[in-house]
Nanobody, 115 residues
């Protein structure tokens, strides 16, 4: 079983920044897809950003230009840099990693944007 551990969430004021990290218990160098999702109270989980093994990225329209996803294969970690945060970014953020024949979800980290 692969474990993913997210960190970096917290309370931040509007306009602030946070960097989320997702550390995997196995190598991510062969992971073909890694994504960050979020779920706000009363809403469905939605894709925020994704990155493929080839480095291609995809972002939700609501975060384009503000969030950046990246991966560090040497550290088995995927990151989500979040800038210019808005109250509507408040949610629990989850990372997801997919290898051939295997996938895993993290436990989630809370991000709250409020003054």
């Amino acid at each position: 079983q692969v474990q993913l551990v997210e960190s970096g969430g917290g309370l931040v004021q509007p306009g602030g920044s946070l960097r989320l990290s997702c550390a995997a218990s196995r190598s991510i160098s062969s992971a073909y897809y890694m994504g960050w999702y979020r779920q706000a109270p009363g809403k469905q989980r939605e894709l925020v950003a994704a990155i493929t093994s080839g480095g291609s990225t995809n972002y939700a329209d609501s975060v384009k230009g503000r969030f950046t996803i990246s991966r560090d294969n040497a550290k088995n970690t995927v990151y989500l840099q979040m800038n210019s945060l808005k109250p509507e970014d408040t949610a629990v953020y989850y990372c997801n990693v997919n290898w051939i024949g295997l996938f895993s979800w993290g436990q989630g980290t809370q991000v709250t944007v409020s003054s």
